[in-house]
């Protein structure tokens, strides 16, 4: 289930079932969205994009949601492993000057 | 490729002392890197954009007289944190944007600054 940290939302999962990580965008002008992740000490890696033209997108076992209305993200990993385990943020693309502006990010702990 | 490298990857300093951290595309051109800091369990806050030939653009709130930023070719930026104090560690990351193609950023690994 969901539990909120000191500062990051946490989700638990069992290996094998799904995770949904959701995301609140604040700039209904965005036309760009992208999830990250990131792993202790390291830089964030790109997963998933999504343009603002489009609802869904898939990827390999992830799938992205967006929903303009309500200025809503979620990511969807499928059959969760122990290596998904990390930090997922969501970010914006601002405005035309290509800045980046990130979510407050989930932790999941894929539990064996 | 689209590699982005930083150097140091960690750096302790004592207090009141400056810093240079550096951001490198090594394959490819970025006319714009962005800088990122991030503190202990919160997200990315951008800092800048920084901009090759040109001036940086500051986040609101970001000091631009204590973050220099150079960027002066198109593979390397620089962010010297000037006069650091023990408020300033923090994780610094920077991404560099491709200037052909998709303009995808890219992010590097990060920079551990700690300052005593």
């Known amino acids: 289930g969901e539990s909120v940290g000191l500062h990051l939302p946490t989700l638990s999962v069992q290996e094998g079932d799904n995770s949904i990580i959701n995301c609140a965008y604040s700039?209904?002008?965005?036309?760009?969205f992208i999830w990250y992740k990131q792993e202790s000490g390291k830089g964030p890696q790109f997963i998933i994009d999504?343009?603002?033209?489009?609802d869904k997108r898939q990827g390999q076992r992830v799938t992205v949601l967006l929903n303009k209305t309500v200025k809503h993200l979620s990511l969807q990993i499928a059959a969760t492993q122990p290596g998904d385990s990390a930090v997922y943020f969501c970010a914006e693309r601002w405005d035309s000057s290509y800045k980046l502006i990130f979510g407050s990010g989930t932790r999941l702990l894929v539990r064996p | 490729g689209a590699v982005v490298s930083q150097h140091p990857s960690w750096v302790i300093c004592k207090s009141g002392t400056s810093v240079k951290i550096e951001c490198r595309s090594l394959?490819?051109?970025?006319?714009?890197m962005f800088w990122y800091r991030q503190f202990p369990k919160q997200s990315l806050m951008l800092m800048a954009t920084s901009n090759e030939g040109s001036k940086a653009t500051y986040e609101q709130g970001v000091e631009k007289d204590k973050f220099l930023i150079n960027h002066a070719s198109l593979t390397l930026s620089t962010l010297t944190v000037t006069s650091a104090h023990p408020e300033d560690s923090s994780f610094y990351i920077c991404s560099a944007r491709r200037t052909s193609g998709k303009n995808e950023q890219f992010f590097g690994p990060g920079t551990r600054l700690t300052v005593l």
């Open positions: 999504i343009r603002s033209n489009m």
């Open positions: 700039n209904s002008a965005s036309d760009y």
């Open positions: 394959d490819f051109q970025a006319t714009t």
